[in-house]
């Protein structure tokens, strides 16, 4: 079974540009997650999917951050415009409703110039 | 509000026994997480125990709760160098895929 697909695994832009991640999760998993880490941190929370409705995105910092998952499957989250700030790295989790494990994906590392 | 505290950095002989330790403020925590993180990759979960139990043990792994200090530890027997990786505990607040908090990560070395 694959796991959680990520692209791109690496994003190199200059500020104020435009990027976009996508995340495939686990075939059946209904909830998705997208997470923050910074470096030498742990992973912080900006949105949670249950299917297609957002159910938690307090963390997301709306004014340049967006997200969506159109079908309930896979999922894009873009910043636009990008900061110097955003460099970290983005990761996907997805799970079953209703059990605990979070199944991540490798995440993608943006690094903003 | 909720904080998850752990140390920095470990190092350990091969073969030696790891204790990677970690601090929470949420009395209201229902699950804590130990995840693994190997570099360049996504977080592992490596096992998890619910609020009500003080122990588990999962192989090489024994996860111990103590819920009056809110104190979480991960001990693994007969470190291996495959274990070198930075370890995250979590918690969240309910069961069933809710938000997870992390702990801000302890960097594993083991030393040949």
């Known amino acids: 079974e694959a796991g959680v697909v990520q692209s791109p695994r690496y994003k190199i832009i200059e500020k104020k540009q435009p990027v976009a991640f996508w995340c495939n999760p686990i075939?059946?998993?209904?909830?998705l997650y997208w997470y923050l880490q910074n470096l030498g941190q742990g992973p912080e929370l900006l949105i949670r999917y249950e299917n297609e409705e957002a159910v938690d995105d307090s963390q997301l910092p709306k004014d340049r951050f967006s997200a969506e998952r159109l079908k309930g499957v896979d999922s894009t989250l873009k910043i636009q415009p990008a900061e110097l700030g955003d460099s970290a790295v983005y990761l996907c989790a997805s799970s079953l409703r209703g059990r605990d494990e979070q199944f991540f994906g490798p995440g993608t590392r943006l690094t903003v110039l | 509000g909720e904080d998850v505290e752990q140390s920095l950095f470990l190092s350990v002989r091969e073969g030696d026994s790891s204790v990677i330790n970690c601090t929470y403020t949420d009395s209201s925590s229902t699950y804590l997480y130990w995840y693994k993180q190997e570099p360049g990759a996504g977080l592992q979960l490596l096992t998890y125990?619910?609020?009500?139990?003080d122990m588990k043990q999962d192989q090489r792994l024994t996860v111990l709760l103590n819920k009056k200090d809110k104190h979480l530890s991960l001990r693994i027997a007969d470190t291996q160098t495959g274990d070198s990786a930075i370890y995250f505990c979590?918690?969240?607040?309910?069961?069933?895929?809710?938000?997870?908090?992390f702990g801000t990560g302890t960097q594993l070395k083991v030393e040949l």
């Open positions: 075939s059946g998993h209904n909830t």
């Open positions: 125990i619910f609020s009500n139990m």
């Open positions: 979590a918690e969240s607040m309910q069961g069933g895929g809710n938000k997870l908090t």
